[in-house]
């Protein structure tokens, strides 16, 4: 990870996950990611926010890999479920469970405004758009395709709170039976 940029957006990305946006400070990102103050207004012009903006869609897309991962190749819609799981549990547990949403607990608990709203409401969209994609390969109609990622997405959020809450990434590894 040498470019500037993304390196800056990596590591913000990580606190935002751990703090929350407001938890976090410009000189706490400049400190993680190693970089002189300039580095970060030259490619984030708008400073926190841009940046927070570009670490959500470093983390969606990451996101966006997970899913394809976990269904390529899968035998069935419910084997796909759960390997996501798995490696979202995984994921937790290699954080200790001390980390958020990495994108909600960037942009959902940063500034009220249309930028963050639009950009979450897209993130989310193309997660489910995703996950729609391969439960219409395993032979959902696309009604019932979008039905099914959109319960797995909203009980994965939950999921993710509750496993939080409890210390628990096994909450995760629950969810297949609850949305299969």
């Known amino acids: 990870m040498n470019d500037t940029r993304t390196k800056l957006a990596v590591e913000a990305g990580f606190l935002f996950q751990q703090k929350g946006y407001h938890g976090v400070g410009i000189a706490e990102v ?78 959902h608990g940063g500034p009220d405004n249309a930028a963050f709203r639009d950009a979450l409401s897209n993130i989310f969209a193309r997660w489910m758009g995703r996950i729609a994609h391969y439960a219409e390969g395993f032979g959902q109609t696309p009604d019932a395709a979008a039905q099914s990622a959109k319960r797995l997405f909203l009980s994965l959020e939950g999921s993710w709170t509750l496993a939080r809450a409890r210390g628990d990434s096994n909450v995760i590894r629950q969810l297949p039976a609850l949305v299969c």
């Not at 670490?55 to 990451?62: R, W, Y």
């Not at 954080?95 to 960037?106: D, K, L, Q, W, Y």
């Open 30 to 107: 400049l400190e993680r990611a190693g970089v002189p103050k300039g580095s970060l207004y030259h490619h984030y012009p708008n400073g926190k926010a841009d940046l927070a903006l570009a670490a959500a869609e470093i983390a969606a897309t990451e996101v966006l890999r997970i899913i394809d991962a976990s269904f390529d190749g899968a035998r069935d819609y419910a084997y796909g479920v759960t390997t996501f799981c798995y490696k979202l549990a995984k994921y937790f547990d290699i954080h200790e469970g001390r980390i958020g949403c990495p994108v909600s607990a960037t942009l």
